[in-house]
């Protein structure tokens, strides 16, 4: 049995200094190479439906491809400015927020949207970035999982994602003002996955994890814009995103079975550091280094911010549900479930697991037939 320590390289995990400590080295660089360790695998039982489950998703998923170069409504005129101030008038941010005694004491509207840019800059360049990782890991699956039907459907996720990356990076490049290099504790992550041999890993890393947080955070932001194609842009890539955990969903419930239960330890071990980066992420110190604000003080006063605790904590909606589908919070000595509890997320617990609710987030007809 691993320690905190030795899961995520630190005892405590608050500890400002040491997350701090992670950063991206490698900025500008354009190409960053990571070993695959895994094997490539061949399937001669071609029996399509074997898995009707998956065989229902992949139908679905190729009734439900959407083209972002023309679905999308890219006429529509972006000033990144005034959306921000908007949804921070929309949306009360910073009440609540103590900023005596603190760099931010001094600021006025200025600087609070220049932040407000930046920060939309950076998170959906990070989004961008953890769409690459997706695609990169859903190619693997197609290569690593002996399932016909989860090969078939996975090959429609690697479509799926690489028309994510696309609409990202559209919409930074002709609507923002520039975007930001990975976040180390997301590369860090995406590396972890790409590099583990065992196919499951690379599921419950990427389908389960990354996609899962990245479903609760653009179902978050798209309720928090007031920009309509940005708001458009997200409903249709949640559409796609609720299959793909699902997707995991289905497959590591049927494959977790047969794993003995030091398996399952080694899982949930996985799953906790995969939160733990995920959450580390979201603290944004490339924003504040770009900035010139002395970061460490700038995380601990955002670390106190009650609207950041919450949108922390939401990040968590669809993964507590669905590590629990899995069997992963309370197999052995329930490790996962005092994890989450400690990390003050476990009451999403109830929510609904994507498996179930997957349907909810599909495009209705209408809906692309608009955009057309």
């Not at 490698?26 to 070993?35: E, G, Q, R, T």
């Not at 005596?100 to 990070?126: A, C, M, P, V, Y």
């Not at 978050?220 to 708001?231: A, G, S, V, Y």
């Amino acid at each position: 049995m691993a320690s905190t320590e030795e899961i995520i390289g630190r005892r405590d995990v608050n500890d400002v200094e040491q997350i701090l400590m992670i950063s991206n080295t490698d900025i500008n660089a354009s190409i960053h190479a990571v070993k695959d360790n895994a094997e490539a695998i061949f399937t001669w039982d071609y029996e399509k439906g074997a898995r009707p489950a998956l065989n229902k998703l992949y139908e679905k998923a190729k009734n439900s491809q959407w083209n972002g170069e023309t679905d999308l409504d890219w006429s529509i005129n972006v000033d990144q400015e005034a959306v921000v101030v908007a949804n921070q008038a929309a949306n009360n941010r910073g009440q609540g927020l103590d900023v005596s005694g603190t760099i931010f004491e001094k600021w006025g509207e200025k600087e609070w949207t220049e932040l407000g840019i930046q920060s939309q800059n950076w998170t959906l360049s990070q989004f961008m970035h953890g769409e690459q990782g997706a695609l990169l890991c859903t190619a693997k699956i197609v290569e690593t999982v002996p399932w016909i039907d989860a090969k078939y459907y996975a090959s429609t996720q690697v479509m799926d994602e690489a028309r994510h990356v696309e609409v990202f990076a559209k919409y930074l490049n002709e609507k923002l003002s520039g975007h930001y290099p990975v976040n180390a504790h997301l590369k860090m992550l995406l590396d972890d996955i790409v590099m583990d041999s065992r196919w499951d890993m690379t599921y419950l890393g990427m389908q389960i994890m990354v996609e899962g947080l990245a479903l609760a955070a653009f179902g978050f932001m798209h309720q928090m814009t007031t920009e309509p194609l940005l708001k458009q842009l997200l409903r249709y890539v949640m559409s796609d995103e609720a299959r793909h955990v699902a997707f995991g969903v289905l497959t590591l419930k049927e494959y977790y079975q047969e794993l003995t239960q030091a398996e399952i330890r080694e899982r949930q071990e996985f799953a906790f550091e995969a939160a733990v980066r995920m959450r580390d992420r979201f603290l944004q110190q490339e924003v504040w280094d770009r900035m010139g604000v002395p970061v460490k003080e700038a995380v601990t006063v955002v670390m106190q911010d009650p609207a950041q605790q919450l949108f922390q904590q939401m990040l968590f909606a669809k993964i507590v549900p669905n590590c629990k589908k899995l069997g992963l919070l309370d197999a052995g000595d329930a490790w996962l479930r005092t994890k989450f509890t400690e990390l003050g997320v476990i009451d999403f617990e109830h929510m609904p697991d994507t498996e179930e609710e997957y349907e909810t987030f599909a495009l209705a007809e209408g809906e692309v037939a608009a955009a057309r």
